[in-house]
Structures are given as structure tokens and as C-alpha cells.
Nanobody
Framework: QVRLVESGGGLVQPGGSLRLSCAAS????????MGWYRQAPGKQRELVAA???????NYADSVKGRFTISRDNAKNTVYLQMNSLKPEDTAVYYC?????????WGQGTQVTVSS
């Protein structure tokens, strides 16, 4: 059972930045993929960014050029650097790990972009 713990959410003004962290309970080197999803009130959960084993990175069109996903295998941690935040980025952000056909989720961290 993989455990994922997110941190770094909070309240930020439009145009500001936040960095989310996701710490895994075991080595992420063997994971097939890790990523970040978000869910805004009344909307479906959507993919924000993902790193596939081998190094491929995917971003949602809405965050390209503003968000950057990265990983630190030594710390078993994945990060999401979010810049130029907009009110429409407000959501609960979830870390996800895909390991041999099984999806694991963190508990989520709230990001609110508001003046």
C-alpha cells in the first residue's frame, strides 16, 4: 500500500506562486507514473501534470507555461511549482501514483487563488 502525503497548499493572490509537495511512503523510482490532479467545486477531477516513467511529462493545456512538475527520487517526493496563479486554479489538488495497474491518492490539499 503506497501512502502519499501532500503539503504546500494555501491562499494566494492572483499572480502569485505556490509549490506543492507529495511525499511517498516508498521509493518512487519504480512507479509507472506520478502526477497531480485537481477538483474544483461542482467539477470533475482533472489531470494537471504527470511524469511518466522514462521521463515523459504531460501538462493540461490550462497550466502549460505556468506550472512545472518535478521529482526527487532521493526524497521520494514529487513537486508542483505553480506560478502566475489564477482564480480558476482554485481547487483541491491531489497527488497520484500509478503503480503496476493501481492508482493511489493522497488526501488532497486546498489551493485558493483570491484577492
Amino acid at each position: 500500500q503506497v501512502r502519499l502525503v501532500e503539503s504546500g497548499g494555501g491562499l494566494v493572490q492572483p499572480g502569485g506562486s505556490l509549490r506543492l509537495s507529495c511525499a511517498a511512503s516508498e521509493s518512487i523510482f519504480r512507479f509507472n507514473a506520478m502526477g497531480w490532479y485537481r477538483q474544483a467545486p461542482g467539477k470533475q477531477r482533472e489531470l494537471v501534470a504527470a511524469i511518466i516513467s522514462g521521463g515523459t511529462i504531460n501538462y493540461a493545456d490550462s497550466v502549460k507555461g505556468r506550472f512545472t512538475i518535478s521529482r526527487d527520487n532521493a526524497k521520494n517526493t514529487v513537486y508542483l511549482q505553480m506560478n502566475s496563479l489564477k482564480p480558476e486554479d482554485t481547487a483541491v489538488y491531489y497527488c497520484n501514483a500509478y503503480v503496476y495497474g493501481v492508482h493511489y491518492w493522497g488526501q488532497g490539499t486546498q489551493v485558493t487563488v483570491s484577492s
